[in-house]
């Protein structure tokens, strides 16, 4: 089997075809590439939708949810749809497949691929590695949108996507990322994906029970990225270029895990020191962790972020079905 050819991707060490399961795959120098075929989606979707829809008739997506989604599933579901796909999909797997009956996450994905003749599996998993095993018995691209508290990789792409629209590059950045940084699986994803870009700064903010992990810190290290832990919001966000906020992963924490306080709530008080020119971005859903109030600021771009996720997936689809 041939090395595939996803723009800006490749393949993942030890595991053949056109699966996405790490943010470890990101090509740095052709990801402007893709954030380019996005954009060209993206007008094409906005001048002929029809034209759009002939691109991809008879190919069809698998949208394999055994965690809850909003705009991972819907986007790449839309995704689909937008370039003329079918889309399929199981929502809480753990309860509406045979996966309540004890069937394997392997069968399902062998007989969605193999047997049905899928041509792309979109699969959130509630255990770290789901997407690699999946990957190891498939006949088809499998795109990780989430494995536990392991990785995001396609949202920490949609995230890079932004952070270029508004800045222009993904090097010598001063980013901030707070909240739940041990179990948040976008920020790990995130983290990861910048640590390749030379001259980026991390600061993460938060208590200390939520820290970023220490094999996350590892990576950083390898690559030579200074980094900084805090729990001073305020001060932290003096100087920023990009703030990525997230929710408390509650799901993920024993019940006694303390909820993040006042102080770890963005509002109009807590950025007095963003300068101007920053973004607040945040994976969505959005809690309490970010007020309302800030919603209307043009530094908070969180919708629009979520937006592009539609058109970066396209991208990584129309990529996918070429490879
Ligand atoms: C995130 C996720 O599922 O990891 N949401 C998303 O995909 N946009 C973030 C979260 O659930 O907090």
């Known amino acids: 089997m041939t090395t595939p050819t996803i723009a800006g991707i490749e393949q ?21 590439v893709l954030f380019g075929q996005a954009d060209e989606l993206h007008g094409l979707f906005v001048e002929d939708r029809r034209e759009l829809a002939l691109r991809h008739v008879g190919r069809h997506l698998f949208n394999l949810f055994y965690e809850p989604s909003t705009r991972t599933r819907v986007s790449f579901g839309k995704a689909a749809l ?3 796909m079918g889309v399929e999909f199981t929502e809480d797997a753990k309860t509406f497949s045979s996966a309540a009956k004890g069937e394997t996450l392997e069968d399902t994905v062998k007989v969605l691929g193999e047997e049905y003749g899928f041509d792309a599996i979109v699969l959130r998993y509630h255990e770290e590695g789901g997407a690699k095993r999946a990957a190891r018995v498939s006949q088809v691209p ?8 392991g990785e995001h990789p396609t949202q920490s792409l949609l ?19 707070g909240g739940d940084l041990a179990k948040g699986r976008t920020v790990r994803s995130l983290a990861q994906l910048l640590a390749k870009f030379d001259g980026n700064k991390i600061t993460f903010v938060s208590t200390p029970e939520l820290q970023m992990s220490e094999d996350v810190l590892e990576v950083l290290r390898q690559h030579g990225v200074k980094y ?7 001060d932290a966000l003096e100087g920023a270029d990009v703030v990525y906020w997230t929710r408390l992963q509650k799901e993920r924490h024993a019940s006694d895990v303390a909820a993040n306080d006042a102080s770890f709530i963005l509002d109009p008080d807590t950025i007095i020191k963003l300068p101007q020119h920053a973004q607040i971005l945040h994976p969505l859903p959005r809690v309490d962790e970010i007020s309302e109030l800030l919603d209307s ?3 908070a771009q ?18 996918i079905l070429a490879a």
């Open 12 to 32: 993942y060490p030890g595991i053949e075809g056109a699966h996405i399961l790490s943010a470890e795959q990101f090509v740095v120098d052709e990801l402007p």
């Open 82 to 84: 937008n370039m003329g």
């Open 142 to 149: 499998i795109i990780n949108a989430g494995d536990g508290a």
């Open 159 to 177: 995230d890079a996507y932004t952070i270029h629209q508004q800045h222009g590059r993904l090097d010598n950045l001063n980013v901030v990322m």
């Open 228 to 234: 900084d832990e805090t729990d001073e919001v305020v």
């Open 297 to 299: 600021d043009p530094r």
């Open 302 to 319: 969180y919708f629009r972020q979520a937006g592009n996720g539609l058109y970066l997936r396209m991208a990584l689809l129309d990529n």
